[in-house]
């Protein structure tokens, strides 16, 4: 479904940004809210971010006033019989939203889809109130909405798949980056970043003499965008304390609220929005406020030290363990999680890609078990409890991060992602993975069509430069091309088609796997080249001979011998991608084709996929041997004769793949 109208409930600042999103991407948006105050609010928000835009030299007047003309604000439900989407964004009470969404039943049309921004309510709770549960999703916005990048897309267990994939193509189609969650309080990324914080407050308390200032620069040092103190005093005590209220009241005494924050609240240090927090901002260089270390004082009397000396690695290691806990709950894959830590909050993706790829691939997961222990003895036992799940990861029994993997929707459509961020380079383990990823693609059953694409905003930009630096062995190259070779050889001859969505830089081993790939679509904004000659190599996947094949040998030839990179319409132009599309339409128009193609008679496709790739391999006169053989299968099937009964009958066929 098309997302072309949303109605947004509540005005004030988080409306105002969403609105602002959904205009920018040429979206009519309607602002509810229940004064007028609130919707002038929310549309003299959009008016400001467009007027900065402008100001800046980032937009053109015109595109700004074409954006602001969609957006309408109104008290009333007029205007919302064809809204297709709901966004309601009003205060954090449950019984707030269910009359909204109860009241919005009569008003809106019955695709509509209703999605909540609630950072901590639950979804199925909210569902209750109105009658069409299975529309009902979560659609949570970081604040500033129009400048945070991250959507978390969260489901129940009663929510359509339809749904979920709609919201997941619409986030990206407004130019987010969507992570979907299942319904747990604090969802992925506040679950994981609340006891983070809370943790530095039991360190401050526990450990003597230490600082929020050594805390915060340890953060800093990191690569945290900044300390847990500072993060604290700009969301907010009194948010940070609601928030952690709800998810002690879902987890317990791991994710225990800090007395030491309720006092804060209590005496009204509620952080930048009051001047005072853990810092006061009432004085130059903000140091921290005589308030707060007169609680912490008093505070610090009420708990046993610990003889451990402050590391780091004591506030990463809560948010492993809960995104430890959300993966093995199965309320989110690896993936998402660590993309919401790393755009939600700002992990540093420079270090590693959230904190479950810092876990396994810097730390280790049994210097992970070994840290947990030890902090269990030493700081407590409760919050460095380690997950069930570590012991079989610290044995190597269970790998977590797998740099390929897939899902399937109700259509038989894969959509398999290549996951080494940052960009997606091809290790070893990586092809490997993503061996094994196709191979169990070809076995499923459920899969009829796989669509290729990159996690993140990079298809593959390549191999791994530190894996073959210092092979100098002239066997062992060839041993590693062969590998690489072997795997894209299965890709090429599939019986399933195969469709690569390229949606960022397409080098060298990237543009290998894509040519491998039986079709190409690519993103406007896709790079693609084999640009190994610059390395003083040449392409060793089947660059060198599958891209000749595809563009023809002249061009084959100046693509791999001056390693340039194509655009996107240049590589259409060339023939190597048979569509170019905008970037947050890449998937979409490739799961359209995919879903066609998986409608189709299993038994047909096989024997189309069969005669074309096998008889694009030979000769004309092999290749009609091959066709004449596979057509003579296809003739005494139940398939063939529904089709053709179909065909009489002007009806759909329902092919049984029999």
């Known amino acids: 479904m098309e997302i072309k109208k949303v109605g947004v409930i509540g005005g004030g600042a988080m409306g105002g940004g969403i609105a602002y999103v959904l205009s920018s991407v040429g979206i009519e948006t309607l602002v509810k809210d229940i004064e007028q105050k609130f919707v002038d609010k929310a549309i003299e928000g959009c008016k400001k971010i467009y007027d900065g835009r402008v100001k800046k030299g980032k937009m053109a007047q015109e595109v700004a006033d074409g954006g602001m003309a969609l957006i309408k604000g109104t008290l009333t439900f007029d205007g919302f019989e064809d809204v297709d989407l709901i966004i309601e964004a009003v205060p954090e009470v449950m019984d707030i939203k269910k009359k909204v969404f109860a009241d919005l039943e009569g008003a809106c049309p019955e695709h509509t889809i209703f999605a909540t921004n609630t950072s901590s309510l639950s979804i199925e709770e909210i569902s209750k109130a109105t009658k069409r549960p299975d529309k009902v999703v979560g659609l949570h916005f970081f604040n500033p909405a129009n400048v945070m990048k991250l959507v978390e897309v969260i489901y129940y267990p009663g929510t359509d798949n339809k749904v979920v994939e709609t919201m997941m193509d619409f986030s990206t189609k407004i130019k987010k980056i969507p992570i979907e969650v299942g319904n747990c309080a604090g969802f992925a990324v506040n679950r994981t970043l609340i006891p983070y914080m809370g943790e530095a407050m039991a360190a401050l308390l526990d450990t003597p003499g230490l600082t929020t200032q050594e805390i915060d620069k340890a953060a800093v040092e990191f690569g945290m965008p900044m300390g847990p103190f500072i993060l604290t005093d700009l969301v907010g005590l009194d948010v940070g304390t609601h928030a952690a209220g709800t998810l002690e009241e879902a987890y317990g005494e791991r994710c225990r609220v800090m007395p030491l924050m309720k006092r804060m609240v209590d005496a009204g240090l509620l952080g930048q929005k009051s001047q005072k927090g853990f810092y006061d901002y009432t004085k130059e260089g903000a140091p921290n406020s005589d308030e707060f270390l007169k609680i912490l004082e008093e505070e610090r009397k009420n708990v046993t030290p610990t003889k451990a000396k402050f590391d780091i690695s004591r506030l990463i290691l809560i948010q492993i363990r809960e995104a430890l806990m959300l993966v093995d709950e199965g309320f989110a894959s690896p993936y998402d999680v660590d993309t919401g830590m790393v755009y939600g909050t700002g992990f540093p993706y420079k270090t590693a890609w959230g904190p479950l790829h810092y876990a396994e691939l810097i730390m280790g997961w049994d210097e992970v078990k070994k840290k947990f222990d030890e902090y269990a003895k030493s700081?407590?036992?409760?919050?460095?409890?380690?997950?069930?799940?570590?012991d079989d990861l610290a044995s190597g029994k269970r790998r977590l991060l797998k740099r390929c993997h897939y899902k399937v929707d109700d259509n038989g459509v894969a959509l398999m992602y290549v996951d080494n961020p940052p960009m997606n380079a091809l290790a070893k383990q990586t092809v490997e993975d993503i061996e094994e990823a196709f191979n169990a693609a070809f076995k499923d059953d459920k899969v009829r069509a796989i669509i290729l694409t990159g996690a993140g905003t990079v298809f593959v930009a390549g191999a791994d430069i530190k894996e073959i630096q210092f092979i100098d062995d002239p066997k062992l190259g060839e041993e590693m091309t062969r590998m690489g070779q072997k795997v894209l050889d299965k890709i090429e001859q599939a019986s399933k088609p195969v469709i690569a969505a390229i949606n960022g830089y397409c080098l060298g081993g990237g543009l290998e796997i894509a040519s491998a790939c039986h079709i190409r679509y690519a993103s406007s904004k896709a790079q693609i080249g084999v640009?190994?000659?610059?390395?003083?190599?040449?392409?060793?996947?089947?660059?060198?001979?599958?891209?000749?094949?595809?563009?023809?040998?002249?061009?084959?030839?100046?693509?791999?011998?001056?390693?340039?990179?194509?655009?996107?319409?240049?590589?259409?132009?060339?023939?190597?991608?048979t569509k170019v599309s905008a970037p947050a339409d890449l998937i979409k128009d490739a799961k359209a084709l995919a879903t066609q193609m998986a409608g189709k008679s299993r038994l047909a496709i096989t024997a189309a996929m069969t005669a074309v790739v096998k008889g694009y391999m030979t000769t004309l006169e092999e290749g009609l041997k091959i066709e004449s053989k596979e057509f003579g299968k296809l003739v005494p099937t139940e398939d063939k004769k529904e089709g053709i009964a179909a065909f009489i009958e002007k009806r759909a066929p329902n092919f049984k793949d029999k």
């Open 379 to 390: 700081v407590d036992k409760v919050r460095f409890a380690a997950p069930k799940i570590l």
């Open 531 to 577: 640009p190994e000659i610059n390395l003083g190599i040449i392409p060793g996947f089947g660059g060198t001979q599958r891209v000749p094949r595809i563009v023809g040998l002249a061009r084959g030839i100046e693509l791999v011998t001056t390693g340039r990179f194509l655009s996107a319409q240049e590589a259409y132009e060339y023939g190597l991608v």
